[in-house]
Structures are given as C-alpha cells and as structure tokens.
C-alpha cells in the first residue's frame, strides 16, 4: 500500500478526556498540557483538543496554554459560532475543525450537515482561512457533504468513523464492512477532488489498521481510547502502540 500512499500518515492525539477527568474533581490535575507534551515526544503529529461552547472538558486557559507550549501543530474542534471563530481567529492555530455540538450529547455523534448549510459555512470559514487556518470539516461519509465541503472552500474533511467502529465493537460485522467500503471509497472521493482527507471517533487498535491503510488519508485523530488505555499502560506506550499498527497498516 505504501507504494500508493499520497503520503506519510500522522497522528493527532485527542487530549480533552484528559481535561475530563480533571474537571470530575476540580483543580488542575490531570493537566492537558503536561499529556500534551508527553504525546509530543512520544511521536505525535499534532495535538487536538476540542473547545465545546460548554467547556465541559478543555477550557479557555488549555487553549491559551497549548498554544504557547506546543512545537507541533494544534487542530483546534470547534462548533461553528461566533464565540468559536472569535477564539480561533485571536489565536491562529494551525488547523482548525468545524464540528457538529449538541449540549446533550455526550459526545460529538455525527458529521456536521454541510450540505444544508451551505452558504452559512463558506461565509463562517472564510475569514479563518483569510487569518492562515486550515479548515477542515468534520463529516459522515457521504458524496454530498464530500462535494458541498469542497464548494464551500474547506481544504480538508476529516471522515467520522464512529459508524464503523460501534459496528465492530457491537458485533455487527456485516454492517462494520459496508461502513469501511463506504470510507474507503469517500476517502477516494474526496482525494480525487482535491481534499485533504482526514478520519477519527472511535478508533481502537482493533479498528486502526484498516483505515490506516487507506492510502487517501493523511491522519487519523484519535483521542478517547488512548487517554483510557493510558490508564492501564502510560501514555507514551499507548501512543507507541497505536503509532505501530498504523505503521503497520500503511506498509
């Protein structure tokens, strides 16, 4: 596959369940930074780390202090409000990634709906792009949200592989496989139209290796299952495992 690749495949380590666990009770341990930092040298990418419009886990202090500590790039998640844009263009991270939020959800479940709100969109991501962000969409994997995201002006889209990782872990392996085909084959799609293409949410060392392969996609974020398989290893062998199987897959 390695022959076929578009190029090397990163990863972006997702700290904000450090800054949960932090915030059950209070104070300021476990610190983000210090994960953040710790992934850095064990070999990630970048660091992701999701600003919600309820900050119930990454606060506006994390952001303030990620961008002074960090020397690889941060993808800065955000909803896509006026609060949200007003932060990311006072800051200037290097990427920047329109996602779907719903106060009650417990995590974000879905792709964001591009294709509806279309014009919304390209007016809320220009003046990110004009400040030197690179925007990137949170998205289903679906022609339609592919080819409105690329109207809109969006550099990257990062594919949402929750689908297909709830059907691996709940057994549905039939569904699991469709659900793969279907990021296989939009991950061509969108490369094909000048994407960037990115994927995330729920990726396991059971799940990894076959996207991994994908050679269209650039980086896997991956965030929720690291933080808790560093419970049990430390978190640099978590991050050294997973950096091998997607190794692994790619060669």
Do not use: W
């Amino acid at each position: 596959m390695t022959s076929s690749a578009v190029g090397p495949l990163r990863l972006g380590v997702n700290i904000d369940h450090v800054a949960t666990v932090r915030n059950a009770r209070g104070g300021d341990y476990p610190d983000p930074l210090r994960a953040a930092r710790i992934a850095e040298e064990a070999g990630a990418d970048g660091i992701t780390a999701h600003l919600r419009e309820d900050r119930r886990h990454i606060s506006d202090a994390d952001i303030d202090g990620l961008m002074d500590v960090l020397s690889v790039p941060l993808n800065f998640e955000m909803a896509a409000t006026d609060e949200m844009q007003a932060i990311a263009l006072r800051h200037k991270p290097h990427a920047v990634c329109i996602v779907p939020e719903k106060r009650e959800e417990r995590t974000t479940e879905g792709g964001l709906e591009v294709a509806r709100e279309e014009n919304k969109l390209a007016h809320f991501i220009a003046p990110l792009r004009d400040a030197g962000c690179r925007v990137s969409i949170f998205i289903a994997a679906e022609p339609a949200q592919i080819e409105a995201a690329h109207r809109i002006g969006a550099e990257v889209i990062e594919l949402h592989t929750g689908a297909y990782c709830d059907a691996h872990a709940e057994g549905r392996f039939d569904e699991r496989d469709e659900e793969l085909g279907r990021l296989r084959d939009m991950s061509a799609f969108a490369h094909s139209l000048g994407l960037e293409v990115h994927a995330g949410h729920g990726l396991t060392y059971d799940t990894v290796k076959p996207v991994a392969a994908f050679p269209e996609v650039m980086e896997l974020n991956i965030g929720h299952f690291l933080i808790g398989e560093a419970v049990f290893r430390g978190l640099t062998p978590a991050i050294a495992e997973m950096r091998r199987l997607m190794d692994e897959a790619r060669a």
